[in-house]
């Protein structure tokens, strides 16, 4: 009995060795190991692994974005260490998901900045944003909850202060004229409703009716006809019908928001994209703003 447990156990490491043999002649699985400087024995019980993390690396490296990950964990790669002579595999953020991690991290920030943003707070010393101040202390001196204001379609270049600036317009308005406000990061928004459709009727209730709405960075989501055209095209329509005020961000001029939401080339996309330019031309008065970036 004891000599037939040995012969299996012979037979096994028979099989992990010449699975590990053949492996090796991957030249990438083979610098994996030679980097690791692990034993023969360890590399051995950790083939299959060893081989999942050259696959994923193999992968990362064609890879032109978290839209093209084919890896069992999006955005990271199943990476080998040696600790205390033993091989343990974490996953590893790539360069992509570090990039949308400091993009959201900075957004964060942004938001935090946003929700306290007062017009005193304003920087008037910049002299791009004078043209800009000007119309936000215009459309501040001139709204009452009666009025049909047009709001704002301002574009520009990442960090210039787009959405404080705005933010900071909207509170004074709430604090000062009893104006309920809104900002809402537009991606964000569709991906929470697409991951709780149960959200979406008392969402588009709210964005459709509340006094003042700011969608913040318009262009940066990625287009789908629902988003497009059941979500947006739906608050456009309610709040344009009830002179509601709202302002838009984009880092998009609205010549290339349109290509944007443009989802193919077919001709209906393009007339719904162009349908809801019209919209957002309708409702907003369109400026720009270059300046330096405020996020570094």
Same mark, same amino acid.
């Given at each position: 009995m004891e000599r037939l447990k040995m012969t299996l156990s012979e037979k096994t490491n028979l099989a992990l060795e010449k699975d590990y043999n053949e492996a090796l002649k991957d030249e990438n699985f083979k610098n994996l190991v030679h980097n690791l400087k692990i034993s023969k024995e360890i590399g051995m019980k950790n083939t299959s692994k060893l081989k999942d993390s050259v696959?994923?690396?193999?992968?990362?490296?064609?890879?032109?974005?978290?839209?093209?990950?084919?890896?069992?964990?999006?955005?990271?790669?199943?990476?080998?260490?040696?600790?205390?002579?033993? +091989?343990?595999?974490? #996953?590893?953020?790539? &360069?992509?998901?570090?990039?949308?991690?400091?993009?959201? @991290?900075? =957004?964060? %920030?942004?938001?935090?900045?946003?929700?306290?943003?007062?017009?005193?707070?304003?920087?008037?010393?910049?002299?791009?944003?004078?043209?800009?101040?000007?119309?936000?202390?215009?459309?501040?001196?001139?709204?009452?909850?009666?009025?049909?204001?047009?709001?704002?379609? +301002?574009?520009?270049? #990442?960090?210039?202060? &787009?959405?404080?600036?705005?933010?900071?317009?909207?509170? @004074?308005? =709430?604090? %000062?004229?009893?104006?309920?406000?809104?900002?809402?990061?537009?991606?964000?928004?569709?991906?929470?409703?697409k991951e709780d459709f149960s959200l979406v009727e008392d969402k588009l209730n709210y964005f459709q009716n509340v006094d003042i709405l700011l969608i913040d960075d318009i262009g940066a989501e990625n287009v789908t006809s629902w988003g497009r055209d059941e979500i947006l095209g739906t608050i456009l329509q309610s709040r344009m019908n009830n002179k509601l005020p709202t302002f838009f961000t984009s880092n998009l001029t609205i010549e290339e928001l349109e290509k944007h939401l443009s989802l193919t080339k077919g001709n209906e996309d393009l007339v719904k994209a162009r349908r809801i330019i019209e919209r957002i031309k309708q409702m907003t008065e369109d400026m720009e703003l270059i300046s330096v970036n405020r996020r570094n």
């Open positions: 696959q994923e690396l193999k992968n990362c490296r064609s890879c032109k974005g978290l839209f093209m990950c084919k890896n069992s964990y999006l955005g990271h790669v199943c990476f080998p260490s040696v600790t205390s002579e033993q +091989l343990r595999f974490d #996953f590893v953020a790539c &360069k992509y998901q570090k990039e949308l991690l400091e993009k959201q @991290e900075a =957004k964060k %920030k942004s938001l935090d900045d946003v929700a306290n943003a007062r017009m005193k707070d304003i920087d008037v010393t910049d002299k791009n944003r004078v043209a800009l101040i000007k119309w936000l202390k215009k459309f501040y001196d001139a709204y009452e909850p009666v009025n049909t204001l047009k709001g704002l379609y +301002l574009h520009g270049n #990442f960090g210039s202060g &787009k959405t404080f600036l705005i933010a900071a317009l909207l509170n @004074e308005l =709430k604090a %000062k004229k009893n104006a309920s406000i809104e900002v809402v990061y537009f991606p964000e928004v569709l991906r929470n409703m």
